[in-house]
């Protein structure tokens, strides 16, 4: 059972362009989200979280926006950089479910110069 | 502030053989996680410590174990190594208060094991 599932497996956008990751899920129990940047044979690196009872949080040029009511969340970067090149999990926590993220399988973005 | 180190770095083990990895997290969180990741079931939890007790256990048989120090320093064990133990171990620390579910999880860099 794949509670959070993110559908696009790659994604492709020219530097200076908006990037949009999407992200869905299933458990009503979650109440929080988070999305991580990772590069090969590393670490996830975090990149910015939403609590459920928000629609939208913004860091620099990381804004994630959820909507409830759809089980969906999406991760908007503007302006893309080639830097920005890497897989991308959403993850979502909450309930009783103490230290547990439930990650989706990740999407890859390339920015090209 | 250093942030969560991972020892070792690589790890090269045969079936049936048994492996120990550590986890220090970042200094003053009180709630380690540990994740395995592999290219066919992605990241996937495989327990959670805090101050020193297992507070959350994912689907894994009882070959992985753990445990955390009163440092917060945790270790994680694989005993009977199988080939598709092979993966990307890691560990995440949060919460300086170990308060809940919803606590940031900062990861370190990971144990490359592989089984031969």
């Known amino acids: 059972d794949q509670q959070v599932k993110q559908n696009s497996p790659s994604l492709s956008v020219q530097e200076g362009r908006i990037s949009i990751l999407n992200c869905d899920y299933t458990?009503?129990?979650?109440?929080?989200f988070l999305w991580y940047k990772k590069y090969p044979a590393e670490g996830p690196t975090f990149l910015i979280s939403?609590?459920?009872?928000?629609d939208k949080n913004e860091d620099g040029r990381f804004t994630v926006f959820l909507n409830k009511s759809a089980k969906h969340l999406s991760l908007h970067i503007v302006p893309s950089q080639p830097g920005d090149s890497a897989v991308y999990f959403c993850?979502?926590?909450?309930?009783?479910?103490?230290?547990?993220?439930?990650f989706g399988q990740g999407t890859i973005l390339t920015v090209h110069p | 502030k250093a942030g969560v180190t991972q020892t070792p770095r690589y790890l090269i083990k045969t079936r049936g053989q048994q492996v120990t990895l550590s986890c220090s997290p970042i200094s003053g969180h009180r709630s380690v996680s540990w994740y395995q990741q592999t290219p066919g079931q992605g990241l996937q939890f495989l327990f959670e410590y805090f101050s020193e007790t297992q507070r959350n256990k994912g689907n894994f048989p009882g070959r992985f174990s753990g445990r955390q120090f009163s440092n917060s320093r945790s270790e994680m064990n694989v005993s009977t190594l199988e080939l598709g133990d092979s993966a990307l171990y890691l560990c995440?620390?949060?919460?300086?208060?170990?308060?809940?579910?919803?606590?940031?999880?900062?990861f370190g860099p990971g144990t490359r094991l592989t089984v031969l």
């Open positions: 995440a620390s949060s919460s300086p208060r170990g308060a809940g579910p919803t606590d940031t999880q900062y």
């Open positions: 939403i609590s459920s009872i928000k």
């Open positions: 993850a979502g926590a909450g309930g009783t479910s103490y230290g547990k993220l439930t």
């Open positions: 458990n009503s129990m979650f109440d929080y």
